[in-house]
């Protein structure tokens, strides 16, 4: 039997294995992710000169997982040794056993062609359930057989070509760290123009531009392509080279370019000083103009906070450095950050950072708790954090919890509730007193992967009067199905409830669907109960391409195409907003090729997403 990652996932990371961690990352629907215009899709992928290594960033302290540097800003999360020898394609940072997976996903039985994999990979949007984006991650970055040849590739099949797609799209997903972290695997001679431009993408995310802009005069030396010299007009500006910046936008403009990335030439003349007009959107973005964008002072467009892409939420959340610090308002910044932070785009340490100054920017400190709890806003969020943090007493602090946990659900944000507060309720203790919190307490613990820790509230939970509802909870999160669900404890289940008639059989109808999908041995009787109410399939359902795709993949036992035709059914959706049959296909599909731990918690965050 393969080894399964449990049910305690990594929220924001189960990274490695031959590659040491030394920080994890913690992880509206999702926008479109835009092309970058600096890792070109059709580039040749012939070597580059080697650069020059970047100056070396003061590690940070690598206490528990997830350190953040100074102002939530990634340090290295890698300490990289050699794994099992492997194509650079097949390259990576955790080898298969403990991520849980074969080490030959994509070559199992009939092999993957290498174009079809590349394609399935570029397709895939970044996920807003944590365990979505934690399978979705490790396959990205395993250290595996990589896709057969046969097919071709976007790029006409050369070696590399895989790696440059897997890293094309940790960059769109956000994963900076990882990013480097591949590229640096890969001999400096070896490099190609792909991953040297993704590594400076990162570095500039990451407000690193320092070390970025060395890597770039390096590569001028050695190829004047556009992408360069674009990005050395923000080295210039960044060294107070303002006339050569602004001479150097002028070539560009005479090229032609400026009809091709508006937004760089729109910000470069900004920052040169010149009178531009109000931007009015953020069309096709490349992570060169959103990081000058950053720092350049002018407003964000409105509307685009509602659904960034994962690595455009993460440039807008984070800080920069020096001249390239960001000018963005504080609660902007943190509004942003939520958005990175569902799509497991930015860690929790610096969610929370971002929440303290949005805090100390703001006017809500001091609203009373009730208020609170019914403002669905983020500056809200940010105050029930900090006044959560506050509390002396674990009385205080369950209450504060308690009403942060119902105003993240008025804002459809369980699962980022979960991630946030997690830790925090594991310091709890489990005691009589604390019984009406129980619930609350177990379904955090349970949506944030701490599932050990969630069963003793489970207990409390269910010696309470109301116990019956998470009686069921518990029989999704742990039970081995030895014997099928009960009518009584169905019959118990609905009468614990509370709502309108509809919402109850609308929840009920989800119930059992994640049961079933988990193994649960449901009676058909049980189904039938809902034949006489209005319950219907009402979330997002996938294309026939997309479903029979992957009822093909998981009954054929293909790991990575399983894999990333289930992230091409969840689209990138909230797990709320996906139909009962697109979970049921999901979840199943999961199982069929073993990964049943990942199921289950895909099921269980399911559940409570949805008010279960």
Same mark, same amino acid.
């Given at each position: ?80 040794? =050699? ?75 050369? =070696? ?123 069309? =096709? ?328």
């Amino acid at each position: 039997m393969m080894r399964q990652v449990g049910l305690g996932w990594a929220i924001r990371g189960s990274l490695v294995a031959g590659v040491m961690v030394i920080g994890v990352l913690a992880g509206g629907p999702a926008g479109a992710q835009q092309p970058l215009s600096l890792v070109p899709a059709d580039q040749g992928g012939a070597p580059l000169a080697a650069p020059v290594p970047a100056p070396a960033a003061t590690p940070a302290p690598t206490p528990p997982p997830s350190a953040p540097a100074p102002e939530g800003n990634r340090a290295s999360l890698f300490e990289v040794k =050699d794994l099992r020898p492997l194509t650079i394609d097949g390259k990576g940072l955790i080898e298969p056993g403990l991520a849980g997976m074969p080490g030959d996903i994509w070559s199992d039985g009939t092999p993957t062609s290498r174009r079809f994999a590349e394609r399935l990979i570029a397709a895939q949007m970044a996920q807003q359930v944590p365990a979505l984006s934690d399978l979705q991650r490790r396959m990205l970055v395993l250290n595996s057989e990589p896709p057969a040849q046969g097919g071709g590739s976007a790029a006409g099949g050369k =070696d590399g070509s895989f790696l440059e797609a897997r890293i094309r799209q940790l960059l769109l997903l956000g994963n900076t760290e990882e990013v480097r972290a591949l590229v640096d695997l890969v001999p400096a001679q070896s490099r190609s123009e792909v991953m040297i431009l993704s590594q400076v993408n990162s570095l500039l995310i990451n407000g690193d531009s320092e070390s970025a802009c060395a890597i770039v005069r390096q590569q001028l030396e050695q190829a004047a392509s556009t992408p360069w010299q674009k990005a050395m007009v923000y080295c210039e500006y960044l060294a107070g080279h303002g006339d050569g910046a602004a001479m150097q936008t002028g070539l560009l403009r005479d090229q032609g370019e400026a009809e091709n990335d508006p937004l760089f030439f729109w910000v470069a003349e900004s920052l040169s000083g010149l009178q531009v007009l109000p931007l009015e959107s953020l069309k =096709d973005p490349t992570p060169l103009a959103a990081v000058m964008l950053r720092s350049s002072g002018k407003p964000l467009p409105t509307g685009v906070l509602v659904s960034p892409p994962a690595w455009l939420a993460r440039t807008l959340a984070l800080s920069g450095q020096g001249a390239a610090s960001s000018k963005i308002d504080p609660l902007m910044r943190a509004v942003a950050g939520e958005q990175a932070f569902q799509r497991a785009a930015l860690s929790r340490e610096a969610l929370t950072g971002l929440y303290d100054k949005a805090v100390q920017a703001g006017k809500l400190s001091a609203s009373p708790l009730e208020t609170l709890a019914a403002d669905p806003s983020a500056a809200a969020t940010a105050a029930l954090w900090v006044r959560a943090k506050a509390q002396g007493s674990v009385p205080d602090q369950a209450q504060v919890v308690a009403k942060a946990w119902e105003q993240a659900n008025s804002r459809a944000m369980p699962l980022l509730a979960a991630s946030l507060y997690g830790p925090m309720v594991q310091t709890m203790p489990v005691t009589p007193d604390l019984g009406w919190f129980a619930g609350t307490a177990a379904r955090i613990l349970l949506a944030s992967g701490a599932a050990e820790q969630a069963r003793p509230w489970l207990k409390l939970a269910q010696s309470q009067s109301n116990g019956a509802q998470t009686a069921l909870l518990d029989r999704l999160a742990f039970n081995g199905f030895s014997s099928g669900l009960s009518a009584d404890a169905l019959a118990a289940w609905r009468k614990a409830q509370a709502g309108k008639s509809e919402d109850i059989a609308r929840r009920e109808q989800r119930l059992l669907t994640l049961l079933q999908a988990v193994g649960d041995r449901l009676d058909p009787g049980l189904w039938a109960d809902l034949w006489a109410t209005s319950a219907r399939d009402a979330g997002q359902t996938p294309s026939a391409s997309r479903w029979q795709a992957l009822i093909r993949a998981a009954g054929q036992k293909h790991v990575g195409e399983t894999i990333g035709l289930v992230m091409l059914v969840a689209d990138g959706q909230p797990v709320a907003a996906l139909s009962d049959g697109a979970l049921s296909l999901m979840i199943d599909s999961l199982r069929q090729v073993g990964l049943t731990a990942d199921a289950r918690a895909l099921a269980v965050q399911a559940a409570i997403a949805s008010g279960l």
